[in-house]
């Protein structure tokens, strides 16, 4: 399978230790910012239908934690490392280039 480059938005579009949803065609991407190094996951809990883009960001962990129902996600994963959810969510490839931040999105 190969995969899409597309551009989602400006580095500072995103501030420190947050979390911006963006929809990609079919994909829903939470694209989380830590420090100056981005990371994107699937925007839709596991567990529930709920926006993992308007949880709480773990800096330390590299963690984001669902707002509803508490579970944390591994932001280079995607695995959930607390309950209720026990599946994870897509992890997507991220480049910066410049003042440019894409993701590489892969239908299949």
Same mark, same amino acid.
């Given at each position: 399978?190969?995969?899409? /480059?597309?551009?989602?938005?400006? !580095?500072? &579009?995103?501030?420190?230790?947050? @979390?911006? $949803?963006? #929809?990609?065609?079919?994909?829903? *991407? @939470?694209? !989380?910012?830590?420090? &100056?190094?981005?990371? @994107? *996951? ?5 567990? @529930?239908?709920?926006?993992?883009? /308007?949880? /709480? ?5 590299? =963690?984001?934690?669902c ?7 591994? +932001? /280079?994963?995607? =695995?959930? &490392?607390? +309950?209720?959810a ?7 490839? #991220? $480049?910066?280039?410049? &003042?440019? !931040?894409? !993701? #590489? #999105?892969?239908?299949?």
């Open positions: 399978m190969t995969g899409t /480059e597309h551009r989602l938005c400006s !580095v500072d &579009d995103v501030k420190p230790d947050s @979390a911006t $949803r963006f #929809v990609v065609g079919r994909h829903k *991407i @939470a694209l !989380v910012r830590v420090g &100056d190094d981005f990371y @994107a *996951i699937g925007d839709t809990c596991s567990h @529930a239908d709920y926006s993992l883009s /308007e949880g /709480e960001v773990d800096p330390d962990a590299l =963690q984001i934690e707002w509803k129902h508490g579970s944390c996600f591994s +932001l /280079e994963t995607g =695995q959930p &490392d607390t +309950l209720p026990t599946r994870p969510v897509p992890t997507y490839d #991220v $480049r910066v280039e410049g &003042d440019d !931040v894409f !993701v #590489v #999105v892969t239908d299949g």
